[in-house]
């Protein structure tokens, strides 16, 4: 699972700024990063972390440490007596005979080691081969709450999906550094966007996904700010353009072979099908169709109160297994 950490409320709420007493706040800044995949730090490392990749880099960093404990690079360490050099001055018959059994000695040792190297070399380029075949499910996560209901909605999710082989990369829309769009016109010039930021790494993301779900709470009977930046953002995903013949049209550069769900959290008296109706709308211009929502309502403010509703997260668990199980949509 990936998840895209920004300048953090390190930046937004410095020590001189925070309410430290403050009941959300408050645990946010002191949350240890190791706490969990989905417990993200709270300062500012605006980077995105591939589960599979961070996975894959810890396996080599702690083949590195064997290795070099080792001796490194692959050698077992030479315990053997200190040799003399063969044909050297004083070398007798016996002693030339002796350094030849230590060379094929040597030979035999390092043999094994050396092809053993290779395979995992050739073990590491099936993985990365695996990697790029496996389905890709991205969450974007619109709440700024850590522990929220969102966010354990989508976790449920995450789960799923990875259960069922997938590989899910979220993004904290909170936590990430994205300029709002500029509307800036017809065909922006360099890549999806004008503006070269956070966003970058969630248009690749979403470019190469297989599923996407949408996770925001209510505010205000629609999505949160941090989510709407990033939907504004991906406006570029289906620029308007100047069409043939005169006039404008729009240009989706992405096929709508992914499929979509929405998780929202919300009051019980309140609605959330005007978020949906601008999160679907997101949908179709970034070539996903939508499929369900996954909506918490709730009577209470208590944080991640959805754990009180364990079928609602085993569903969720079943979508995200679902969306990585079920085939591409072909585009119509
Ligand atoms: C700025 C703001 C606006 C909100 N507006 C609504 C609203 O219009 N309708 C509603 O049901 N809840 C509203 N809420 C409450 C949240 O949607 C609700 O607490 C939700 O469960 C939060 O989910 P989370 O903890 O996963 O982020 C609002 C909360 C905030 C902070």
Not at 100 to 124: K, N, V
Not at 224 to 236: A, F, I, Q, W
Request: some cysteine; overall charge positive.
């Amino acid at each position: 699972m990936t998840t895209l950490a920004g300048m953090g409320v390190g930046r937004l709420f410095g020590p001189g700024r925070l309410d430290p007493g403050h009941r959300r706040l408050h645990p946010r800044v002191v949350r240890s990063p190791s706490a969990g995949s989905w417990r993200h730090r709270s300062r500012g490392i605006a980077r995105c972390v591939d589960t599979e990749s961070e996975r894959s880099r810890a396996a080599q960093r702690r083949q590195g440490r064997s290795a070099s404990a080792r001796g490194g690079a692959g050698f077992e360490p030479d315990h053997s007596p200190r040799r003399r050099r063969v044909g050297g001055r004083g070398q007798t018959r016996r002693s030339r005979r002796e350094a030849q059994d230590d060379r094929a000695r040597d030979a035999r040792r390092l043999r094994p080691q050396g092809s053993r190297h290779l395979l995992d070399r050739r073990a590491q380029a099936v993985t990365a081969l695996d990697a790029s075949a496996r389905r890709r499910l991205v969450a974007l996560d619109g709440s700024p709450v850590l522990g929220g209901s969102v966010e354990r909605l989508l976790e449920a999710i995450a789960e799923g999906a990875e259960a069922a082989g997938g590989i899910v990369t979220r993004f904290k829309c909170n936590e990430i550094q994205v300029k709002p769009c500029q509307s800036c016109g017809p065909e922006p010039t360099t890549g999806f966007c004008v503006f070269h930021d956070d966003m970058d790494p969630i248009y690749e993301a979403l470019r190469d996904a297989h599923a996407v779900a949408v996770g925001s709470p209510i505010y205000f009977d629609t999505v949160s700010g941090p989510l709407k930046l990033v939907m504004d953002r991906c406006n570029c995903i289906t620029p308007l353009v100047h069409a043939p013949g005169g006039g404008f049209t729009f240009r989706p550069l992405w096929p709508r072979t992914r499929r979509g769900v929405f998780v929202t959290a919300l009051s019980s008296r309140h609605r959330h099908d005007l978020a949906e109706h601008s999160v679907r709308g997101f949908m179709k211009w970034i070539g996903t169709r939508w499929e369900e929502t996954l909506a918490f309502a709730h009577d209470d403010e208590g944080l991640g109160s959805v754990v009180a509703r364990p079928e609602l997260l085993e569903h969720a668990r079943e979508v995200g297994r679902r969306l990585i199980e079920s085939p591409p949509l072909v585009p119509s």
